[in-house]
């Protein structure tokens, strides 16, 4: 094979590769439910923007942790 039709192989795979994740992508969010019910992407995004910061607090065993969760609520 010449290296131009390598080149067009290499440009068509990598297309269809972008194109199967978008498609995976949109067969997910249409048919991959969880079975404990839809996830609300406003609580996606405030969990993943809060996992970034740095915890306030350290607890070394159960009881610590615990008392920091009452503290919370």
Known sequence: MSQKTLEKINREISNLKGEMKIFRSLIIGLLGK?????YRSEFVKK????????????FKNAESFLKQIQKSL
């Not at 969880?34 to 839809?38: A, C, I, K, N, Q």
């Not at 969990?47 to 350290?58: D, P, V």
């Open 34 to 38: 969880d079975r404990e019910g839809e």
């Open 47 to 58: 969990i993943l923007r809060l996992s970034k910061k740095r915890a306030g607090f350290t």
